[in-house]
C-alpha cells in the first residue's frame, strides 16, 4: 500500500508519460484537419492548457524529488510552478465543458451565458494567485507542496463541481445524437474529468490526475477529432455522418434552420471514368466555392451526388436562400475544371425547413428520398417542402410491405431480355430480369423494389426465387437447339457475401439438372470495400464448378482496373450510361472506345448494354464489342413469349 500512496514512487514517471502523451495528442491534431473549426479551437486550447499542466507539474516534481533541480530551482520559482499547475488544471474542467459543448453545437453566444460558465473558473483563478499576497486560502509546507486551509480552501473544489452537473445534463440530453463509440469515448472523458479530485486526495499527487488527463485526450483525438468519419476526403466537405448529425442536434436543440441542397445532375457518370485525383480535383472546387456561401462553412457531400448546406435562423422563403440559389446558378453557368479540361455542370436547388416542415432526422431522410424524384421532372427553380408530392413517402413504405409478401404472394415472373450476337447474327443469350407485379400498383420497377428488398432482408429469397425460375426454364426447354448458349443471373451484393452462396447455387443447378456453362452470374463493379475476399471466395468455388461470371454496370464506379483485371470474370458488360454518353459527346464516346480496348486487352468479352438505335447498334459493332443488349433489338419478355421470340429469330 505505502508503494501505492507514496508519491516520490512514481510522480516523476507519470509526469514525463503525461507530458509526451499530450505531446503525441499535439502533433496528432495538428496534422489533421478537422470538419468543425470551432470544436478543433477549442480543442486545441484543451491541449495547450494540458501542455503547460505538465510541463509546471514535471517541474515542481522535479524540484520535489530530485537534487539537481533542486538547487537550480528556487522555493519561490516553485511556488510558481505550483499555481500554474493548480489553474492549469482546474481551467480543464471550463475548457472541458465548452468542449463538450461544441460536440453538440451549443455555443454561448449569449453575454450571460458567457458570464455564467466563467464565473467559477474566475474565483479558481483568483482563489490560486491569491496565494502570491496572502495565506488565507492554502499555504506552503516545507517540502513545497500546497496544503489547503480547511474550511475556505474547500470552496475552490465545490465552485469546480459546478461544471459536472451542468456537463451531465448535456450528455443526457443529447447522448443519442452520437455512435456508441463517441458515446462511450465521451462517457470516459467526463468520467477521467471527474475523478481527478478523489485521486488527488488518495494519492497527495496530481501527477496521475495529469496522465488520465492526456489518455481522455488521446481518446478524443481518436473519436471526436478524427476527422474521417465527419470530412470527406475526396470532396473537402463534410460527410452523410456529419450532416445527420448536425440535423440531430439541431433539432434537439429546438433550433430554426434551413437546409439548402444542390443536386448536381450526372455527377457520378461524368466522374466515373476519371482517377480518383481528378474527381477529388473536380469536387474540391465545388466544396471550396459552396463554403464561401455557408454560413460556419456547413457544408456537405452526401453519397449520392448532393451538396448540402444549412442557413441558421432561416426559412426556406428567407432572401438568403433566394439570394444564394440565384448566385449558384450563375457559377453553374460557367465551366469547371477537371484533369486540365473545361466541364460543364447542371444543379438543382431545394431548400427544407426546420423544424416547421421537417421535425425529425428520419423524416428528413424520407423527403430526401422524394425529392430525389421529384428533381428528375422539376424546372431549375428552388423546389421546397410544399412543392412535393409527400405520397411518395407512404408509396414507399407501401413499396416495403408488398416486398416483404411478394413471394408468398406470387407476384414475382422472371422475364426474359435477349442478347444479340453480332458475330453469328441471332441471340444467343439472355438476362433474367425480375418483374414484380401488384394487383392495385401495376408494374413495379425494380429499380423500386429490389433496394427495398436489401434494406428489408428479402433479396436472398428474391435471387434464389430467379435462380430456380431460370434453372426450371433450362431444365424444360432445349436451348441449344434455340440457339441459347447460357443465360445471364444477376447476384446482389448481399448474395455475394454470403458464405454459403456456392453450396446454395451448385445445389439449385444440380436438382434442376442444369450444366453449370448454362449458366452467367453477374457480379456489380460497385461491390463496396471489405466484402472482396468473400466475393472472391465464392467466385472461385463456382468457377472451379464450371460457371461463368459477368461485370455488370462496368463504368460506373471507380473501378480499380488491377483488382478487376484480377477477377475470374469472362464478360464485362458497359454500362446503358456510358452506351449513351458515347453518342452525346465526342470525349465520352473516346471514354467508350477506350474501354473496349481494356477490356480487350484483358481478354474478355463485351456485352453493350442500352442500344435503343440501329446507329447506336452499328457503331456499337464497328467498335468491336461481342454482344449487343437493348431495346432497339427486344425488351424484356415473359418466359413463353421469349421461346417464342427465339424460334422466329433464331431459327
Known sequence: MGLITSPQSYNIAFSIASLLLVIIVLVIDVSEEAHNNRQKQIFGMIIFDALILNVAGLLHNAWLYNETFNNLITADMNVVFVLTEKICSYLMAYFSTLYVMSIFRIYPDNFIMKVVLLLPELYCIVFFASGLFTDYYFTFSEAGELEYNYLQGASVNLCLFIYFPFVGYLFVKYIRTLSSEKEVALIMYYLMMLAGIPIRILTKSSSVFEFSVSLALLMCVYTFQNPSEFADRISGAGTKNALNF?????????????????????????????????????????????????????????????????????????????????????????????????????????????????????????????????????????????????????HDKKIDNIVRHALDD???????????????????????????????????????????????????????????????????????????????????????????????????????????????????????????????????????????????????GYSNLARISSLP??????????????????????????????????????????????????????????HIQGFFYARPMPKDRFIEFLRKNNL
Not at 424444360?476 to 434455340?482: G, H, I, Q, R, Y
Not at 448494354?609 to 446507329?615: A, D, R
Open 410 to 556: 406470387e407476384l414475382l415472373e422472371v422475364y426474359y431480355q435477349p442478347i444479340y450476337n453480332p458475330k453469328e447474327k441471332k441471340f444467343t443469350s439472355c438476362e433474367a430480369l425480375l418483374r414484380l407485379r401488384d394487383p392495385q400498383l401495376g408494374f413495379i420497377s425494380p429499380a423500386v423494389f429490389m433496394p427495398v428488398a436489401e434494406r428489408n432482408g428479402t433479396v436472398i429469397a428474391i435471387d434464389n426465387f430467379v435462380l430456380k425460375s431460370v434453372c426450371e426454364l433450362i431444365s424444360s426447354t432445349d436451348m441449344a437447339s434455340l440457339g441459347l448458349d447460357y443465360v445471364e443471373v444477376n447476384l446482389s451484393v448481399v448474395d455475394c457475401i454470403q458464405t454459403n452462396l456456392a453450396d446454395n447455387v451448385k445445389k439449385t443447378l444440380n436438382k434442376y439438372n442444369v450444366r453449370p456453362d448454362q449458366i452467367n452470374l453477374e457480379i456489380t463493379e460497385t461491390f463496396e470495400e471489405g466484402i472482396t475476399s468473400a466475393m472472391d471466395e465464392n467466385i472461385r468455388s463456382l468457377k472451379e464448378f464450371g460457371m461463368s461470371f459477368s461485370m455488370d454496370d462496368f463504368g460506373t
Open 569 to 626: 470474370v469472362d464478360i464485362f458488360k458497359l454500362d446503358k450510361s456510358i452506351i449513351q454518353s458515347a453518342f452525346e459527346s465526342e470525349t465520352s464516346y473516346m471514354v467508350m472506345i477506350n474501354l473496349v480496348k481494356i477490356i480487350k486487352a484483358m481478354d474478355k468479352l463485351i456485352v453493350a448494354e442500352g442500344v435503343e438505335t440501329e446507329e447506336q447498334a452499328k457503331q456499337i459493332i464497328r467498335v468491336g464489342c461481342d
Open 246 to 394: 448536425t440535423v440531430s442536434t439541431n433539432l434537439l436543440q429546438k433550433k430554426v434552420f434551413t437546409v439548402f441542397g444542390i443536386a448536381i445532375e450526372r455527377i457520378d457518370v461524368i466522374t466515373g471514368g476519371e482517377p480518383l485525383e481528378a474527381v477529388s480535383e473536380l469536387l474540391n472546387q465545388i466544396t471550396a466555392y459552396l463554403k464561401q456561401l455557408c454560413p460556419e462553412g456547413n457544408t456537405f457531400y452526401t453519397d449520392d451526388g448532393h451538396y448540402i448546406m444549412i442557413f441558421p435562423e432561416a426559412e426556406p422563403d428567407d432572401p438568403v436562400i433566394e439570394k444564394t440559389a440565384e448566385i449558384i446558378q450563375k457559377r453553374f453557368k460557367e465551366p469547371w475544371r477537371m484533369s486540365g479540361q473545361e466541364i460543364r455542370l447542371f444543379q438543382s436547388p431545394y431548400a427544407i425547413g426546420f423544424p416547421d416542415e421537417v421535425d425529425t432526422l428520419e423524416k428528413f431522410n424520407e423527403v430526401r428520398d422524394v425529392i430525389k424524384k421529384a428533381l428528375l421532372r422539376h424546372n431549375k427553380e428552388v423546389l421546397r417542402f410544399r412543392d412535393l408530392n409527400l405520397k411518395h413517402v407512404e
